[in-house]
């Protein structure tokens, strides 16, 4: 296999990487205040049409260096006059399906023309994916084993393809994916873009890169040294009626000049985004219900400063990268310690200081502690004078599993069985 060399010298703008002005705003809006290296050696060899086998480990910012040389390249071409399938991205899971789409619809607001992105995954209906293919689609991001359903229920056409994108290939060949990937690769017409990205080059991601790829532009990113993260963590008993008038509270006297807010719902969103706004403090919410118009623009006010509270949920909150974000406030615990970890990491970047709270009721001082137990260390409880709680914390009947129960705040059907066995056994 003959591959190109790739260059990864810094490049400081993406206006420098070839991409159009409406894409360059969609970069700027969605967060991306410079190419990382991923980007800045994919899109310019995409956006010429050449193959690309990349290197890339997740958190890299792959997603976009895909992603806008895609998207741009259907603005930029001959419309059909019937929708056609012009990209199929695929994926190995439903998360980063949804991820990979949302980050595609969130770029499409900024084409001259609407484009339509359907996102189609398993262990869910069909039915609704089939009707959302109505009238055709120009790109799909999808899982192998769907995808191949709603073919055979003809819902999707891919022989006019114009450019096949593999996601962590790696994991596309792992657990039986493998002949599935094969199956949609039959029905691919034969001329084709291919975008090949894997954090791994075992022999069959080697192999299918030989079968696939037509003289690629090989990338390989070195990771750069991680630089230990300076993060702050502080954890705030209160009763959940007081987190609000709390946060006021820590906002002002902390004179915090920018916050993140993580909630659970939509709601939660609005009515603490709301509170804070009748208090005399600037904030807004920032979910999937806002346009793509008001997002940008939330945005755009709170990397200037002139917002001072962004309260989001955990999928509002994606694809928001603050240079220097002072503080993260957990209103509500994320489901998960891998969601907590990438929920405080979005402060204390780049060798700066960082601030994260989480606010801790009676309720949550149980999933918090199997939290602390995910990540290896305790953090110490404090109380506020002024907002100490009255309610007492829930009694724990049974030592905590660290290898389950982090979904939410209800035991699950593992944990009550995992509890009643423990309870026998003493």
């Known amino acids: ?8 010298s810094p490049v400081s703008t993406f206006a420098a990487l070839g991409l159009a002005a409406n894409f360059v705003r969609a970069a700027d809006a969605l967060g991306y205040d410079e190419p990382t290296p991923i980007q800045a050696a994919a899109i310019p060899p995409a956006l010429a049409g050449r193959d690309l086998l990349a290197s890339a480990q997740t958190g890299s910012g792959k997603t976009a260096a895909f992603a806008f040389p895609l998207m741009q390249q259907i603005d930029t071409g001959i419309r ?7 990209a199929l991205v695929l994926v190995p899971t439903r998360e980063l399906a949804a991820q990979v789409g949302e980050t595609l619809r969130q770029i499409e607001p900024f084409l001259a023309e609407p ?26 991001v999808a899982t192998p084993g ?29 657990g039986g994916f493998a002949d599935e990937v094969n199956r949609v690769l039959a029905l691919l017409p ?18 299918l890169a030989a079968k696939l790829l037509r003289d690629p532009v090989r990338i ?15 954890a705030v ?67 200037a400063s002139r917002l001072r509270v962004l309260v989001a949920t955990d999928l509002g909150a994606r694809g928001i990268d603050i240079a220097k974000l002072p503080v993260v406030v957990n209103y509500d615990l994320p489901r998960s310690a891998v969601d907590y970890v990438h929920r405080i990491g979005r402060t204390g970047r780049a060798g700066e200081t960082g601030l994260a709270v989480s606010f801790i009721g009676a309720q949550a001082e149980a999933h918090f502690r199997l939290i602390e137990k995910r990540q290896g260390h305790r953090v110490p409880r404090e109380r506020i004078e002024g907002f100490e709680p009255k309610d007492v914390p829930v009694a724990v009947s049974a030592p905590l599993d660290p290898n389950g129960g982090v979904k939410g705040r209800r035991p699950s059907k593992k944990d009550k069985l995992r509890a009643a066995a423990a309870r026998s056994g003493s």
């Open 1 to 8: 296999m003959s591959t190109s060399p790739a260059s990864t």
């Open 80 to 86: 059909p006059a019937l929708r056609r399938t012009q």
């Open 115 to 140: 484009v339509k992105v359907s996102v189609l995954f398993g262990g869910v209906s069909i039915n609704p994916q089939l009707m959302a293919l109505r009238g055709g689609a120009e790109v799909v």
């Open 146 to 174: 769907r995808l191949l359903d709603v073919v055979e229920h003809n819902g999707l056409k891919l022989a006019d393809l114009d450019c096949l994108v593999l996601d962590e290939a790696d994991r596309l060949l792992d």
């Open 190 to 207: 034969a001329r084709r873009q291919n975008l090949l990205f894997s954090a791994t080059f075992p022999e069959a991601v080697q192999a």
């Open 220 to 234: 390989e990113i070195t990771p750069e040294p991680v630089i230990e993260a300076k993060i702050e963590e502080h």
């Open 237 to 303: 008993e209160v009763d959940d009626a007081r987190r609000t008038p709390l946060l006021r509270h820590m906002i002002e006297q902390g004179e915090w000049s920018r916050v993140l807010v993580f909630v659970a719902t939509r709601y939660a969103c609005d009515h603490v985004a709301d509170k804070l706004r009748k208090a005399g403090i600037e904030a807004a919410a920032f979910h999937g219900d806002a346009s793509q118009g008001a997002r940008t623009r939330l945005l755009s006010d709170f990397k």
